[in-house]
């Protein structure tokens, strides 16, 4: 009978092999998002910059934006970053960002040293709308159309390739829809 309890172990290994050897290969930055086709869920938060303003849902009702959730404990984040800036400033695409679970002095500070694509910074240092959004982490890249409608997800790094072949398409046709 205790020959067989030594068995467990390797059990739970193959297990967990099976497991695991099923994740792989699986594109991790087309995760679904319930929000898609949905309003950006009813929030209330400070800006970034400004502790003393805050923003609502309805900013996201004038423009077709990026919403961006970043951190300055994000290295993906640090990747991306040039790309942003680059969208913002070449593209002029506006870009809002949603500084997760971070601390505000150091996500100034990267601002400062990095360059600011955002058009407005939305400080979450608690991570409720990222909740909320279903943030797995950072850095992810919503589109928001001008109804303030969740239309696409973009989970990982936003780089030229991401850019050309998943955001502009969709952010073309969702500006001319509007």
């Known amino acids: 009978m205790k020959r067989s ?10 297990a967990l092999g099976i497991v695991l050897f099923a994740g ?36 996201f009702e004038e423009k ?15 990747v991306e970053h040039s790309e942003l800036v680059r969208l913002a ?9 949603l500084n997760y ?6 996500a100034l500070e990267w601002l400062q040293n990095l360059g600011n694509p955002y058009e407005l910074s939305l400080f ?8 909320d959004l279903g943030v797995y982490g950072a850095p992810e890249t919503y589109i928001i159309d001008a109804q303030g409608i969740v239309r696409y997800r973009h989970v990982g790094v936003v ?5 050309t072949e998943e955001l502009e398409p969709r952010i073309k046709q969702y500006r001319e829809e509007s």
């Open 64 to 78: 077709v934006v990026l919403l961006n959730v970043w951190g300055t404990w994000c290295p993906s984040c640090r």
């Open 5 to 14: 309890l030594l068995f467990i172990p390797l059990i739970l290994a193959i």
């Open 159 to 163: 780089d030229r390739k991401v850019w």
């Open 24 to 59: 792989i290969g699986k594109d991790t930055s087309t995760l679904e998002s319930a929000l898609i086709g949905k309003p950006v869920p009813s929030f209330e938060l400070a800006s970034l910059e400004d502790p003393n303003r805050t923003y609502r849902t309805d900013v």
């Open 124 to 131: 979450d240092p608690q991570g409720k709308l990222g909740f």
């Open 89 to 97: 400033t070449e593209e002029g695409m506006p870009i809002y960002g």
């Open 101 to 106: 679970k971070d601390n505000r002095n150091a």
